[in-house]
């Protein structure tokens, strides 16, 4: 009886076995049978959604048309019923303004374009705008600085006005100022004198960029040279300055800077190149000389690098050439003189320093 039992159990067992067998294939058909249609549903939706997406295009693309065909036949329509119509008398143009002889040149405008219009599927028609329209090109029809020599006769420079002097007497009539302009590369001093002075001195702004077209080139006085040129432009009659503006042009002028830690140990009276952050700002206070009865400005600042910190005076109308709010900003200075005053050391920043903030 046991032995049947046991026969029993076994067959039992091998019938569930088969069972199961019998089972999966049906069940794994079903399971490929589903995957298969949420593939041609997905494949469907697709193909519907692309087919959707490009019958909207296109009929966006007719409307565009049709309303360009309106246009033009309405434009065209009006331009003849004008040429049937008298002509009005012309109206007398405005009276140039006392701004007319600042001319102000821009490199984008002219590198702004739109190319041709092209065909896309389907037989509509768009237009492409270049990428020089968004990402301007810079006009390169521009001589370096540092290619110009006494035998350069017709040039035609672009710069930023880095200094510029205040306009001097000399003789019994005689006037004359002198700025230096920079590119990326190199610099150079130009000197205007007389009649020029007039035509020329309002352009030169400083940090104004404009370009110089022609001149004079000579050998700067070795008392007056800077240490990255040697030359000078002569401003004539022909000479033609005018203002400049491109976003991609900024030039910085150069210095021999020296770290702060070095500049405090140098003698009182040497003329210095330094750099650093603004940490700190006094503000601008007023005194009178006793000697000329002149009012006097001064201008404190505080500046830091790496090896230390120094103070900075700016003296009168050199206070005009920095903005209000400088703190953390970092000031660039060449030909700063120093001075020793009761064992302290600062920097004074006259005339004939140049200071930019950054």
Same mark, same amino acid.
């Given at each position: 009886m046991a032995r049947q039992n046991k026969r029993s159990r076994y067959v039992m067992v091998s019938s569930d076995s088969d069972e199961s067998e019998n089972e999966n294939p049906r069940a794994r058909n079903r399971e490929n049978a589903h995957v298969e249609g949420a593939d041609n549903d997905r494949s469907n939706l697709n193909n519907t959604s692309a087919s959707d997406l490009l019958d909207e295009l296109n009929g966006l693309i007719r409307d565009v048309d049709e309303k360009r065909q309106q246009s033009s036949s309405s434009s065209s329509s009006s331009s003849s019923s004008s040429s049937s119509s008298p002509s009005p008398s012309p109206s007398p143009s405005p009276s140039p303004?006392?701004?007319?002889?600042?001319?102000?040149?821009?490199?984008?405008?002219?590198?702004?374009?739109?190319?041709?219009?092209?065909?896309?599927p389907g037989g509509t028609v768009s237009t492409q705008k270049t990428i020089e329209q968004y990402f301007p090109r810079e006009n390169s029809n521009f001589d370096e600085i540092d290619t110009l020599n006494e035998d350069s006769l017709r040039f035609r420079i672009r710069g930023k006005t880095i200094f510029r002097s205040p306009i001097r007497q000399f003789g019994t009539?005689?006037?004359?100022?002198?700025?230096?302009?920079?590119? +990326?590369?190199?610099?150079? /001093?130009?000197?205007? #004198? @007389? %009649?020029?002075?007039?035509?020329?001195?309002?352009?030169m702004d400083l940090n104004q960029k404009v370009v110089i077209e022609n001149g004079q080139i000579k050998k700067t006085d070795e008392r007056y040279r800077t240490h990255y040129s040697i030359y000078e432009i002569r401003?004539?009659?022909?000479?033609?300055?005018?203002?400049?503006?491109?976003?991609?042009?900024?030039?910085?002028?150069?210095?021999?800077?020296?770290?702060?830690?070095?500049?405090?140990?140098?003698?009182?009276?040497?003329?210095?190149?330094?750099?650093?952050?603004?940490?700190?700002?006094?503000?601008?206070?007023?005194?009178?000389?006793?000697?000329?009865?002149?009012?006097?400005?001064?201008?404190?600042?505080?500046?830091?690098?790496?090896?230390?910190?120094?103070?900075?005076?700016?003296?009168?109308?050199?206070?005009?050439?920095?903005?209000?709010?400088?703190?953390?900003?970092?000031? +660039?200075?060449?030909?700063? /003189?120093?001075?020793? #005053? @009761? %064992?302290s050391v600062s920097i004074n920043i006259s005339d004939s320093s140049i200071i930019e903030v950054v």
């Open positions: 303004s006392s701004d007319s002889s600042v001319h102000v040149l821009n490199d984008e405008a002219e590198s702004a374009s739109t190319t041709p219009m092209r065909s896309v009539s005689g006037r004359v100022f002198d700025a230096i302009v920079c590119d +990326r590369n190199a610099e150079i /001093k130009v000197v205007v #004198f @007389n %009649d020029d002075v007039d035509r020329t001195y309002h352009l401003v004539a009659a022909t000479t033609r300055i005018e203002r400049y503006e491109s976003n991609g042009f900024n030039p910085l002028f150069k210095i021999m800077g020296k770290p702060i830690r070095d500049v405090q140990q140098l003698a009182h009276n040497a003329y210095v190149d330094v750099e650093g952050k603004i940490i700190l700002d006094r503000g601008t206070s007023t005194s009178t000389s006793e000697s000329t009865r002149t009012e006097i400005r001064r201008r404190s600042l505080k500046i830091e690098d790496e090896t230390g910190a120094i103070n900075i005076t700016v003296w009168n109308q050199k206070i005009d050439e920095i903005q209000e709010h400088v703190i953390n900003k970092t000031v +660039r200075v060449r030909k700063g /003189k120093l001075n020793h #005053f @009761n %064992d």
